[in-house]
Protein backbone atom coordinates (compact mmCIF):
# COMPACT_ATOMS: atom_id res chain seq x y z
CA UNK A 1 0.00 0.00 0.00
CA UNK A 2 1.65 3.18 -1.08
CA UNK A 3 1.13 6.51 1.09
CA UNK A 4 -2.00 8.94 0.24
CA UNK A 5 0.03 12.37 -0.18
CA UNK A 6 -2.14 13.93 2.16
CA UNK A 7 -2.81 10.77 4.55
CA UNK A 8 -2.83 11.77 8.03
CA UNK A 9 -3.32 7.90 9.74
CA UNK A 10 -2.97 4.50 8.27
CA UNK A 11 -4.05 1.77 10.05
CA UNK A 12 -2.82 -1.27 8.32
CA UNK A 13 -4.25 -5.38 8.74
CA UNK A 14 -4.53 -4.33 12.67
CA UNK A 15 -4.91 -6.96 15.21
CA UNK A 16 -6.48 -6.73 18.74
CA UNK A 17 -6.65 -9.38 20.50
CA UNK A 18 -8.08 -9.88 24.34
CA UNK A 19 -7.04 -13.42 25.87
CA UNK A 20 -10.74 -14.32 27.22
CA UNK A 21 -12.21 -17.69 29.04
CA UNK A 22 -13.14 -19.89 26.52
CA UNK A 23 -10.87 -18.66 24.09
CA UNK A 24 -9.13 -15.87 22.12
CA UNK A 25 -11.45 -12.60 20.93
CA UNK A 26 -10.19 -11.37 17.65
CA UNK A 27 -12.02 -7.52 18.24
CA UNK A 28 -10.31 -6.46 15.93
CA UNK A 29 -9.22 -8.36 12.84
CA UNK A 30 -7.29 -7.17 9.92
CA UNK A 31 -8.31 -3.59 10.01
CA UNK A 32 -7.56 -1.36 7.49
CA UNK A 33 -7.94 2.60 6.69
CA UNK A 34 -6.76 5.78 6.06
CA UNK A 35 -7.92 9.40 7.55
CA UNK A 36 -6.96 11.89 5.50
CA UNK A 37 -5.96 15.54 6.67
CA UNK A 38 -8.44 17.72 7.93
CA UNK A 39 -11.21 15.54 6.90
CA UNK A 40 -13.83 13.04 8.80
CA UNK A 41 -14.23 9.70 8.71
CA UNK A 42 -17.00 7.51 9.82
CA UNK A 43 -16.75 4.66 11.62
CA UNK A 44 -20.54 2.72 11.43
CA UNK A 45 -21.34 -0.87 13.30
CA UNK A 46 -23.04 -2.49 15.78
CA UNK A 47 -22.34 -2.32 19.05
CA UNK A 48 -19.18 -4.92 19.73
CA UNK A 49 -17.88 -4.44 16.28
CA UNK A 50 -14.74 -3.33 17.08
CA UNK A 51 -14.92 0.44 16.53
CA UNK A 52 -13.78 1.32 20.11
CA UNK A 53 -10.86 -1.24 20.51
CA UNK A 54 -9.67 0.42 16.95
CA UNK A 55 -9.91 3.68 18.70
CA UNK A 56 -7.96 2.43 21.71
CA UNK A 57 -5.23 0.50 19.78
CA UNK A 58 -4.85 3.88 18.09
CA UNK A 59 -4.50 5.97 21.61
CA UNK A 60 -2.24 3.24 22.83
CA UNK A 61 -5.10 2.23 25.66
CA UNK A 62 -5.66 -1.08 25.01
CA UNK A 63 -5.47 -3.31 28.19
CA UNK A 64 -2.71 -5.16 28.46
CA UNK A 65 -3.29 -8.37 29.90
CA UNK A 66 -5.93 -9.31 28.54
CA UNK A 67 -5.64 -7.32 25.39
CA UNK A 68 -2.86 -6.89 23.52
CA UNK A 69 -2.15 -5.66 19.70
CA UNK A 70 -1.33 -8.77 17.70
CA UNK A 71 -0.33 -7.63 14.48
CA UNK A 72 -0.04 -4.52 12.10
CA UNK A 73 0.65 -1.31 11.73
CA UNK A 74 -0.86 2.39 12.89
CA UNK A 75 0.93 4.60 11.00
CA UNK A 76 0.96 8.36 11.92
CA UNK A 77 2.54 10.79 9.48
CA UNK A 78 4.15 14.15 10.76
CA UNK A 79 5.59 16.31 7.69
CA UNK A 80 7.98 13.98 6.29
CA UNK A 81 8.40 12.05 9.96
CA UNK A 82 6.33 8.01 10.03
CA UNK A 83 5.32 6.68 13.54
CA UNK A 84 4.68 2.82 13.55
CA UNK A 85 2.26 3.59 16.95
CA UNK A 86 2.14 -0.28 17.55
CA UNK A 87 6.16 -0.15 17.83
CA UNK A 88 5.61 2.43 21.21
CA UNK A 89 5.08 1.55 24.50
CA UNK A 90 2.08 3.04 25.78
CA UNK A 91 3.69 4.59 28.75
CA UNK A 92 6.63 5.58 26.88
CA UNK A 93 7.89 9.04 26.66
CA UNK A 94 7.17 9.47 22.87
CA UNK A 95 3.55 7.66 22.65
CA UNK A 96 2.89 10.25 25.70
CA UNK A 97 3.93 12.97 23.75
CA UNK A 98 1.60 12.13 21.31
CA UNK A 99 -1.59 10.90 23.23
CA UNK A 100 -3.63 13.52 23.99
CA UNK A 101 -1.30 16.46 22.09
CA UNK A 102 -1.16 15.49 19.00
CA UNK A 103 -4.26 12.79 18.65
CA UNK A 104 -6.85 13.33 21.11
CA UNK A 105 -9.73 11.11 22.08
CA UNK A 106 -13.81 12.44 23.43
CA UNK A 107 -15.17 9.51 24.91
CA UNK A 108 -19.03 8.49 25.19
CA UNK A 109 -19.81 9.58 28.72
CA UNK A 110 -18.17 12.56 29.78
CA UNK A 111 -19.46 11.54 33.75
CA UNK A 112 -16.73 8.61 33.43
CA UNK A 113 -14.31 9.99 31.51
CA UNK A 114 -14.29 13.67 33.95
CA UNK A 115 -12.67 13.21 37.73
CA UNK A 116 -15.42 13.75 39.82
CA UNK A 117 -13.49 15.81 42.53
CA UNK A 118 -11.18 17.86 40.55
CA UNK A 119 -12.68 20.94 38.60
CA UNK A 120 -13.15 21.25 35.25
CA UNK A 121 -10.48 23.67 34.86
CA UNK A 122 -8.52 22.12 36.51
CA UNK A 123 -8.20 19.02 34.43
CA UNK A 124 -8.00 21.04 31.43
CA UNK A 125 -5.42 23.25 32.69
CA UNK A 126 -3.52 19.59 33.42
CA UNK A 127 -3.77 18.41 30.09
CA UNK A 128 -2.11 22.06 28.76
CA UNK A 129 0.71 22.01 31.18
CA UNK A 130 1.51 18.22 30.68
CA UNK A 131 2.29 19.30 26.30
CA UNK A 132 2.85 23.05 26.24
CA UNK A 133 5.25 24.97 28.05
CA UNK A 134 2.80 26.90 29.83
CA UNK A 135 2.57 28.22 33.20
CA UNK A 136 -0.66 27.66 35.21
CA UNK A 137 -2.17 31.25 34.83
CA UNK A 138 -1.06 31.35 31.50
CA UNK A 139 -2.53 27.50 30.85
CA UNK A 140 -5.69 28.53 32.55
CA UNK A 141 -6.27 31.54 30.42
CA UNK A 142 -6.08 28.98 27.77
CA UNK A 143 -8.50 26.80 29.16
CA UNK A 144 -10.92 29.64 29.64
CA UNK A 145 -10.73 30.64 25.55
CA UNK A 146 -11.36 26.56 25.14
CA UNK A 147 -14.11 26.35 27.00
CA UNK A 148 -15.75 30.10 25.52
CA UNK A 149 -14.64 28.48 21.49
CA UNK A 150 -16.70 25.10 22.81
CA UNK A 151 -20.43 27.62 23.93
CA UNK A 152 -19.81 27.31 27.59
CA UNK A 153 -21.46 30.36 28.59
CA UNK A 154 -19.53 32.46 31.62
CA UNK A 155 -16.80 30.37 30.67
CA UNK A 156 -14.66 32.17 33.43
CA UNK A 157 -17.20 31.04 36.64
CA UNK A 158 -17.60 27.58 34.73
CA UNK A 159 -14.15 26.59 35.03
CA UNK A 160 -13.72 26.42 38.55
CA UNK A 161 -16.55 23.95 38.29
CA UNK A 162 -17.52 20.75 39.24
CA UNK A 163 -18.72 18.07 36.11
CA UNK A 164 -21.54 17.33 38.82
CA UNK A 165 -22.51 21.33 38.49
CA UNK A 166 -22.53 21.14 34.35
CA UNK A 167 -26.00 19.66 32.28
CA UNK A 168 -24.63 16.52 30.12
CA UNK A 169 -24.64 19.23 27.35
CA UNK A 170 -21.85 21.23 28.84
CA UNK A 171 -19.80 18.18 30.29
CA UNK A 172 -19.90 16.84 26.67
CA UNK A 173 -19.09 20.43 25.86
CA UNK A 174 -16.15 20.58 28.21
CA UNK A 175 -14.59 16.91 27.01
CA UNK A 176 -14.64 19.01 23.59
CA UNK A 177 -12.77 21.61 24.76
CA UNK A 178 -10.39 19.41 26.65
CA UNK A 179 -9.40 17.39 23.76
CA UNK A 180 -8.65 20.45 21.47
CA UNK A 181 -6.69 22.02 24.10
CA UNK A 182 -3.07 21.40 22.52
CA UNK A 183 -4.53 21.76 18.66
CA UNK A 184 -4.27 17.82 17.82
CA UNK A 185 -3.92 17.00 14.43
CA UNK A 186 -7.15 14.19 14.72
CA UNK A 187 -9.46 13.72 16.75
CA UNK A 188 -11.39 10.83 17.89
CA UNK A 189 -14.52 11.03 18.91
CA UNK A 190 -15.76 7.86 20.37
CA UNK A 191 -20.13 8.20 20.43
CA UNK A 192 -19.65 11.73 21.90
CA UNK A 193 -23.73 12.23 21.23
CA UNK A 194 -24.69 8.96 22.69
CA UNK A 195 -26.17 10.17 25.92
CA UNK A 196 -27.84 13.47 24.93
CA UNK A 197 -30.93 14.68 23.61
CA UNK A 198 -32.06 14.88 20.46
CA UNK A 199 -31.55 19.04 20.55
CA UNK A 200 -28.06 18.82 22.56
CA UNK A 201 -27.13 16.15 20.29
CA UNK A 202 -27.62 18.78 16.78
CA UNK A 203 -25.60 21.52 18.78
CA UNK A 204 -22.91 19.21 19.79
CA UNK A 205 -22.13 17.78 15.86
CA UNK A 206 -22.97 21.58 14.58
CA UNK A 207 -20.29 22.75 17.14
CA UNK A 208 -17.46 19.70 15.93
CA UNK A 209 -18.04 20.71 12.37
CA UNK A 210 -17.15 24.02 13.18
CA UNK A 211 -14.23 23.22 15.36
CA UNK A 212 -12.82 20.90 12.78
CA UNK A 213 -12.66 23.73 10.04
CA UNK A 214 -11.10 26.13 12.32
CA UNK A 215 -8.29 24.31 13.97
CA UNK A 216 -8.03 22.30 10.67
CA UNK A 217 -7.83 18.44 12.60
CA UNK A 218 -8.88 15.56 11.55
CA UNK A 219 -11.94 13.21 12.96
CA UNK A 220 -12.59 9.67 13.28
CA UNK A 221 -16.07 9.86 14.55
CA UNK A 222 -17.29 6.62 15.79
CA UNK A 223 -20.90 6.07 16.08
CA UNK A 224 -23.87 3.73 15.25
CA UNK A 225 -25.94 6.36 14.07
CA UNK A 226 -26.22 6.51 10.31
CA UNK A 227 -27.91 9.52 10.33
CA UNK A 228 -24.71 11.50 12.25
CA UNK A 229 -22.76 9.51 9.61
CA UNK A 230 -24.41 11.61 6.98
CA UNK A 231 -24.39 14.65 8.70
CA UNK A 232 -20.91 14.69 9.55
CA UNK A 233 -18.00 12.52 7.61
CA UNK A 234 -16.55 12.74 4.21
CA UNK A 235 -15.62 9.24 4.07
CA UNK A 236 -16.97 6.53 5.67
CA UNK A 237 -15.98 2.71 7.04
CA UNK A 238 -18.56 -0.39 7.91
CA UNK A 239 -17.36 -2.52 10.14
CA UNK A 240 -18.68 -5.65 11.13
CA UNK A 241 -17.49 -8.16 13.94
CA UNK A 242 -13.78 -7.04 13.97
CA UNK A 243 -13.40 -6.34 10.31
CA UNK A 244 -14.37 -3.36 8.23
CA UNK A 245 -16.70 -4.80 5.21
CA UNK A 246 -17.26 -1.69 3.19
CA UNK A 247 -15.52 1.55 2.96
CA UNK A 248 -16.16 4.46 0.24
CA UNK A 249 -17.19 8.15 0.35
CA UNK A 250 -20.05 8.90 2.20
CA UNK A 251 -22.27 9.70 -0.55
CA UNK A 252 -21.00 6.32 -2.08
CA UNK A 253 -22.36 4.51 1.46
CA UNK A 254 -25.48 6.13 1.20
CA UNK A 255 -26.57 5.91 -2.37
CA UNK A 256 -25.10 2.77 -3.67
CA UNK A 257 -24.39 0.87 -0.97
CA UNK A 258 -22.54 -2.83 -1.88
CA UNK A 259 -22.53 -5.25 0.84
CA UNK A 260 -25.07 -7.08 2.26
CA UNK A 261 -24.91 -5.76 6.01
CA UNK A 262 -24.60 -2.17 4.79
CA UNK A 263 -28.00 -2.78 2.68
CA UNK A 264 -29.39 -4.13 5.48
CA UNK A 265 -28.30 -1.24 7.79
CA UNK A 266 -29.75 0.86 5.25
CA UNK A 267 -32.70 -0.82 4.70
CA UNK A 268 -33.76 -0.50 8.98
CA UNK A 269 -33.56 3.19 8.77
CA UNK A 270 -37.16 5.06 8.84
CA UNK A 271 -37.84 7.10 6.15
CA UNK A 272 -39.99 10.26 6.03
CA UNK A 273 -40.66 9.67 2.75
CA UNK A 274 -41.94 6.09 2.38
CA UNK A 275 -43.65 6.27 5.68
CA UNK A 276 -46.11 3.61 4.87
CA UNK A 277 -43.20 0.51 4.07
CA UNK A 278 -42.29 -2.05 6.38
CA UNK A 279 -38.52 -1.54 8.18
CA UNK A 280 -36.53 -4.75 6.93
CA UNK A 281 -34.94 -5.80 10.13
CA UNK A 282 -31.60 -7.55 9.21
CA UNK A 283 -32.34 -11.47 10.65
CA UNK A 284 -30.35 -13.14 13.30
CA UNK A 285 -27.86 -12.23 15.45
CA UNK A 286 -24.25 -11.52 15.85
CA UNK A 287 -22.38 -14.00 16.25
CA UNK A 288 -19.89 -14.88 19.53
CA UNK A 289 -16.54 -13.58 18.43
CA UNK A 290 -14.88 -16.58 20.59
CA UNK A 291 -16.38 -18.65 17.62
CA UNK A 292 -16.14 -16.66 14.65
CA UNK A 293 -17.32 -18.14 11.16
CA UNK A 294 -14.49 -19.26 9.54
CA UNK A 295 -15.66 -17.41 6.34
CA UNK A 296 -17.43 -14.33 6.18
CA UNK A 297 -18.58 -13.43 9.18
CA UNK A 298 -21.90 -11.70 7.64
CA UNK A 299 -22.98 -15.03 6.02
CA UNK A 300 -24.83 -16.30 9.10
CA UNK A 301 -27.19 -13.80 8.51
CA UNK A 302 -26.91 -13.19 4.96
CA UNK A 303 -29.54 -13.13 2.47
CA UNK A 304 -27.00 -13.70 -0.23
CA UNK A 305 -25.07 -16.64 1.11
CA UNK A 306 -22.94 -18.90 -0.97
CA UNK A 307 -20.81 -21.82 -0.25
CA UNK A 308 -17.85 -20.90 -0.41
CA UNK A 309 -18.73 -17.43 2.17
CA UNK A 310 -18.73 -20.39 4.47
CA UNK A 311 -14.94 -20.86 4.39
CA UNK A 312 -13.29 -18.08 2.78
CA UNK A 313 -13.28 -14.95 4.58
CA UNK A 314 -13.32 -12.15 1.67
CA UNK A 315 -11.12 -9.45 0.68
CA UNK A 316 -11.80 -6.00 0.44
CA UNK A 317 -12.69 -6.02 -3.66
CA UNK A 318 -12.84 -2.61 -5.04
CA UNK A 319 -16.27 -2.11 -6.37
CA UNK A 320 -16.38 1.46 -7.66
CA UNK A 321 -13.92 4.60 -7.44
CA UNK A 322 -12.50 5.07 -4.20
CA UNK A 323 -15.31 2.03 -3.10
CA UNK A 324 -14.50 -1.85 -1.62
CA UNK A 325 -16.12 -4.39 -0.37
CA UNK A 326 -15.53 -7.68 1.24
CA UNK A 327 -17.80 -9.35 -0.16
CA UNK A 328 -18.05 -12.66 -2.68
CA UNK A 329 -20.37 -11.48 -4.90
CA UNK A 330 -17.80 -9.03 -6.32
CA UNK A 331 -16.04 -11.61 -7.70
CA UNK A 332 -16.11 -10.96 -11.41
CA UNK A 333 -18.47 -12.69 -13.68
CA UNK A 334 -20.69 -13.13 -11.11
CA UNK A 335 -24.09 -12.54 -12.37
CA UNK A 336 -25.27 -12.49 -8.95
CA UNK A 337 -23.86 -9.01 -8.75
CA UNK A 338 -25.85 -7.37 -11.24
CA UNK A 339 -29.19 -9.05 -9.79
CA UNK A 340 -28.15 -7.58 -6.05
CA UNK A 341 -27.14 -3.94 -7.46
CA UNK A 342 -30.77 -4.13 -9.40
CA UNK A 343 -32.71 -5.22 -6.18
CA UNK A 344 -31.14 -2.22 -4.18
CA UNK A 345 -31.61 0.05 -6.86
Same mark, same amino acid.
Not at 19 to 24: D, L, R
Not at 118 to 129: C, S
Not at 275 to 286: T, W
Given at each position: ?????? !? $????????????????? +????????? /? #?????? @????????? &???????????? +? %???????? &?? %? #???????? /? /? =?????????????????????? #??????????????? &??????????????????????????????????????????????????????????????????????????? $?????????????????????????? #??? =? @????????? =??????? &??? +??? !????????????????? $??????????????????????????????????????????????????? $????????????????? =??????? /??????
Amino acid at each position: MTQSSS !A $LLEVRDLEVHFAMEGGV +VRAVDGVTY /T #IEAEKT @LGVVGESGC &GKTVTALAIMGL +V %QSPPGRIA &GG %Q #ILYHQGDK /T /T =DLCKLSSRGREMRAIRGNEIAM #IFQEPMTSLNPVLTI &GFQIVEAITLHQKLRKREAKKQAIEMLRAVGIPLPEQRVDEYPHQLSGGMRQRAMIAMALSCNPSLLIADEPTTA $LDVTIQAQVLELMNALRREFKAAIQF #ITH =D @LGVIAGMAD =DVAVMYL &GRI +VEA !APVREIFHTPKHPYTQG $LMRSIPSLTRSKERLVPIEGVVPDPRDAPAGCGFEPRCPHSMEMCKTTMPP $LLDVGPQHTAACWLYQP =DRALIRR /TIREWE
